[in-house]
Structures are given as structure tokens and as C-alpha cells.
């Protein structure tokens, strides 16, 4: 009894000691290395999430910062950079060293699903000019500010009719391939255009036509802009932070749909994406829903990020995949 105690009591500190040992080591090596060291916990969000929440770090010199998990299995980016993701295992210490040249304000982020809060996994990193300061953004405000567009209205297709003319959706998704083949014009889209509304406007140009090719034409003319590399990263994109909650087909049928106080928008239900306009949905991805689970991205991505994720989400019910 006395030697199964004694062993138990080993076993514990060895347990709780390698930690230790290793995080102390890192911070040895590292600080010998010559580079600023910066330390990171990623906890659940319900504990704190980061800390500490806001790092600062010099413009054009190199920082390392040393993560680790007291948790669950976490994961590292910063979002507008190459910087991640990187997991972050509980247990373990990860460095990562950043170099940023640009000052400016960033936001790095967990991109696991570790809980149902998990978007709330997000801190602030200070990237200064030599005299400590963070210059303000100079990006361009979305186009949902300049154009004025209401976020929180209903939306979807009856909004968006001529003088309250029914829009029959089409029995099948429309196919763009096919719409390419057409031999008619293809419109052009702009920000402010909805399917619907092009698909209005093919009608009257085109009496003779059947709306199923008319359809067809509609999903060309949002396909046919789209570079494959930007679908290929929207997809990424959709994969990395939207499925969970949305789905793999968007319908809003992911795992952490079931949590969430609202249920998240169905991508792929046509009365909804055939009247709502690019714009509108560039904004509800980098503002985000008001009172609802799903996050801001505008802090996170790029712009071509944003659009590309636009793009992608068309093709769950309007341009096929």
C-alpha cells in the first residue's frame, strides 16, 4: 500500500512537473535566442479565452510568441496575414515567431470549433510604428456604409419584385455551364443586383425565352466573373469557418446549429439567395448578425477573402459548383 502511494505520488509530479519544465525551457531557449518573447494562453471562451487579449509587437521586427493549452485542442491565426493556422494541442507549447511590416491593428483568432462560443476566441494584436503608436485603418468602408443598405431587414426575393410580379424559382438549381451556352447577352451584375431582379429583367428582354434558360443566363451572369482560384479559396474559407454552424451544404444544418438561441441563414434556399444582392451579403459576412451567433469577419479577412466567400456561397443555390 505504502509503495502504490509512493508511486502515485511520482506519477502526479511527473504529470504536473513536464508542463513546467518544458514551458520553462522554452522560455529559456527562446529568451537566449535574442528575440522578444511574448507569452499566449488559448483557454475555452467561457474561461477567458486569450491571454492576455491584446499583444503588441513592434512594425518590421520579429517577436516569437510561445502558445499553449490548458484545455482543449485550440488553434492560432492572424487574420489579413499568412500567419496560421496553427493548432495548439493541450499540453503542449507552440512557438510561433510573427514579423509583421505593416502597423496597424490585427486580429488573431482560433479557427477550431472548441465550443459553441468559439467565435468568441478572438484578440487584438498592435503591430506599432517606432514611437509606440498604431496608425487608424486606411481601408475602404464596406460597400453595404457607402450604399446605405439596411443589414437587419428581412430579405429574400418577394422585397426585391416589380410592382409585386411573382418570381417563379426554378424547379431545378440553375446551371451556369449551361447558361453559357445560351448565345443571348449576359447582364452584368452589379453590388446592388439580386438574381430575382436580373431574372426580371431577362424576362422583358426576352419574352420567347423559357425561364428555365433565363435562370440559366441569371446564374451565368454571377458565375461568369469568378476566377476558379477565388471559389477554390471561398470554399477553404467556408470549410474553415462557416460549416460548423451553417452547414456543408449551407443549409444551416452544421453541429453547433443545434446551440445557437437563432438558427443560422439556409445558403442554399433560393427565395432567400435570389433576392438578396452581393453587397448585402459582403456585409452580413464583415459586420456579422446583430444579436444573433454569427461573428464579424470584417477584422479578419481581406477583402478578396470576403468576395470569395460571397462567390462561394452563391453556388449553394444559384451557380453550382
Not at 509512493?6 to 522554452?26: C, R
Not at 535566442?33 to 483557454?43: K, M, R
Not at 441563414?265 to 444573433?292: C, N, Q
Amino acid at each position: 500500500m505504502k509503495n502504490e502511494r509512493i508511486a502515485s505520488i511520482i506519477l502526479g509530479l511527473i504529470f504536473l512537473g513536464l508542463p513546467a519544465v518544458a514551458f520553462g525551457y522554452q522560455q529559456f531557449r527562446t529568451t537566449a535566442a535574442g528575440i522578444p518573447v511574448l507569452d499566449l494562453e488559448a483557454q475555452l471562451p467561457e474561461a477567458g479565452g486569450w491571454q492576455p487579449e491584446v499583444l503588441r509587437i513592434p512594425a518590421g521586427e520579429p517577436v516569437r510568441l510561445r502558445i499553449h493549452s490548458p484545455d482543449v485542442w485550440h488553434s492560432f491565426s492572424i487574420g489579413r496575414t499568412e500567419i496560421g493556422p496553427i493548432d495548439i494541442l493541450p499540453g503542449q507549447v507552440i512557438e510561433i515567431d510573427v514579423l509583421i511590416d505593416e502597423p496597424g491593428t490585427y486580429t488573431f483568432f482560433c479557427t477550431r470549433w472548441c465550443s459553441t462560443n468559439h467565435w468568441r476566441m478572438r484578440g487584438t494584436l498592435e503591430v506599432v510604428t517606432p514611437d509606440g503608436t498604431v496608425p487608424p485603418s486606411s481601408r475602404e468602408p464596406a460597400p453595404y456604409i457607402a450604399l446605405g443598405l439596411d443589414l437587419d431587414t428581412r430579405h429574400g426575393e418577394g422585397e426585391h419584385q416589380a410592382e409585386n410580379e411573382p418570381v417563379a424559382t426554378p424547379d431545378t438549381p440553375p446551371s451556369a455551364v449551361k447558361g453559357a451556352t445560351l448565345g443571348l447577352p449576359v447582364p452584368s451584375a452589379s453590388l446592388t443586383d439580386t438574381p430575382a431582379g436580373v431574372f426580371q429583367a431577362l424576362r422583358a428582354a426576352n419574352p420567347d425565352t423559357l425561364d428555365a434558360d433565363l435562370w440559366d443566363l441569371t446564374a451565368y451572369a454571377w458565375r461568369q466573373p469568378v476566377s476558379d482560384d477565388s471559389l477554390v479559396l471561398g470554399d477553404a474559407l467556408y470549410s474553415r469557418d462557416c460549416v460548423a454552424c451553417h452547414g456543408p451544404e449551407g443549409e444551416g444544418d452544421g453541429i453547433m446549429a443545434r446551440d445557437l438561441a437563432e438558427a443560422p441563414v439556409d445558403w442554399a434556399e433560393p427565395v432567400f439567395m435570389y433576392g438578396v444582392s452581393d453587397a448585402l451579403l459582403h456585409g452580413k459576412i464583415v459586420r456579422g448578425g446583430m444579436g444573433t451567433g454569427m461573428p464579424g469577419w470584417g477584422d479578419i479577412y481581406a477583402d478578396n477573402e470576403a468576395w470569395a466567400l460571397v462567390a462561394f456561397l452563391r453556388t449553394f443555390a444559384l451557380t453550382g459548383r
